[in-house]
């Protein structure tokens, strides 16, 4: 039953983990090169892969990433959450230095300017849903224990 269920988790994390991806996608290949779109697909491999083992190895990790995926993956729809993210990422890896495009410019034939803005977006993005997952499992748990059926308890 245990392997089951994780797998099961492994397979949900992948589907959410996968719709995740639209909108961010989107927007970072108008700004990135091949080169940086290079950067950008070994940071999605390893996130997903870091939430394969994840959802493998704990199971409340991996329920609480995929309720908190959901619900970041729902905010796509108006994506401000990840377009905050993204800018946030862009600010963080390469602040403008006055000249209003160059910074952007350099950013776009940099191998490493795709991985750590795709690292930094993703890591934000992630924590979010990790943190928002937990929030509403935690809720839900309270819920359950407050007004769940008292007949069934004792």
């Not at 491999?45 to 870091?50: G, P, R, T």
């Amino acid at each position: 039953m245990a392997f089951e269920y994780r797998m099961t988790l492994v397979c949900s994390w992948s589907l959410v983990f996968a719709t995740n991806l639209f909108v961010p996608l989107l927007l970072a290949m108008s700004i990135t090169e091949r080169g940086g779109r290079l950067g950008m697909s070994c940071v999605i491999l390893a996130y997903w892969f870091l939430g394969v083992v994840a959802c493998a190895r704990g199971w409340r990790f991996g329920l609480a990433m995929l309720v908190g995926g959901i619900l970041v993956s729902a905010s796509q729809l108006l994506p401000v959450l990840q377009l905050v993210a993204g800018m946030l990422s862009l600010m963080a890896w390469s602040p403008p230095t006055g000249d209003t495009g160059e910074w952007m410019y350099k950013l776009r034939l940099s191998e490493i300017g795709g991985l750590a803005v795709t690292a930094l977006t993703g890591g934000i993005l992630m924590a979010l849903a990790c943190v928002s997952g937990y929030c509403i499992l935690g809720a839900i748990y309270t819920w359950n224990s407050v007004f769940g059926n008292k007949e069934c308890q004792s």
